[in-house]
């Protein structure tokens, strides 16, 4: 009896890594009784991500975000406004589904949990102390639209926090929109 060990075109399951960088904005979501506006600021963002299937994805990836936002307070009329800056270790992990798929183009979408593990905070002084406890961890959701030209990616998604993102008193969420570029490796 012959056995032949043949891999088909059919049987390949590609396992992607896609290095990559980009730009984010992000501002925080704070209850109106607390009389706060936030406002978003420009961040950035580098990392990888690994995609693992051929139609159905499954996804993961580490990134280092630097991302913040600028806080309006309203004190007796008088309008005082600060900002802090945060760079967080984000993790994300979900599935994807290639809408289109060619040899050289496909366009997908996914879903992503994503976990984040703050590593530095920086506030400006008058930044109101009631925001003053970033959380170490939080847990956030995200969707986006991928696009692949041959091995360049360009991806754009948004993501919010599901748990407090700054001081459980509060619970102020943080949202944030973001654009990469990579490359397929």
Request: no cysteine.
């Amino acid at each position: 009896m012959l056995w032949t060990n043949t891999l088909s075109a059919q049987d390949y399951v590609p396992l992607t890594i896609n290095p990559k960088i980009g730009v984010n904005f992000s501002d925080l979501i704070i209850d109106e009784g607390y009389h706060l506006n936030s406002a978003s600021r420009l961040g950035w963002n580098a990392g990888f991500d690994f995609r693992y299937g051929t139609k159905l994805l499954f996804l993961g990836g580490l990134h280092l975000y630097g991302h913040g936002s600028a806080v309006e307070k309203q004190d007796t009329g008088v309008s005082i406004m600060s900002a802090f800056t945060n760079s967080q270790l984000k993790i994300p992990f979900g599935v994807g589904y290639k809408v289109f798929r060619f040899d050289y183009f496909n366009v997908w979408i996914y879903a992503n949990g994503v976990l984040n593990l703050n590593v530095t905070s920086v506030r400006d002084e008058g930044f109101p102390e009631r925001l003053d406890q970033i959380n170490r961890s939080n847990l956030a959701g995200r969707f986006g639209v991928g696009v692949d030209i041959s091995r360049v990616t360009l991806e754009l998604n948004y993501e919010r926090s599901i748990s407090a993102f700054i001081s459980d008193e509060i619970s102020a969420q943080n949202r944030l929109v973001s654009l990469s570029l990579g490359y397929k490796l």
